[in-house]
């Protein structure tokens, strides 16, 4: 079974940045959307980013400015670069893919703490 793995996930001082990354464990066909969420404790999870195979982006209003997603396909790879972390950044991290189903990651932790 297509597993999603990330990677890039970590403790970070506030104002800092981080890269995170997700990629099949298996080469897959096709992938159309792509994209991450973000589940802190105690909170739901949130939709954070989101990438359409035509490259249609979407952000959170909390992280736009700060947060950027891109997509290599082919590698079916996808990215967020995460620059001007604040501590309410802290969350794990879940990469998500439409193959057209809807598989996900096992999701990186992110810690934003001075």
């Known amino acids: 079974q297509v597993q999603l793995v990330e990677s890039g996930g970590g403790l970070v001082q506030p104002g800092g940045s981080l890269r995170l990354s997700c990629a099949p464990s298996?080469?897959?066909?096709?992938?159309?959307?792509m994209g991450w969420y973000r589940q802190a404790p105690g909170k739901e999870r949130e939709l954070v980013a989101g990438?359409?195979?035509?490259?249609?982006?979407y952000y959170a209003h909390s992280v736009k400015g700060r947060f950027t997603i891109s997509r290599d396909n082919a590698k079916n790879t996808v990215y967020l670069q995460m620059n001007s972390l604040k501590p309410e950044d802290t969350a794990l991290y879940y990469c998500y893919a439409h193959t057209p189903s809807l598989i996900w990651g096992q999701g990186t932790q992110v810690t934003v703490s001075s």
């Open positions: 990438i359409s195979s035509g490259e249609d982006i």
């Open positions: 298996t080469s897959i066909f096709s992938i159309s959307a």
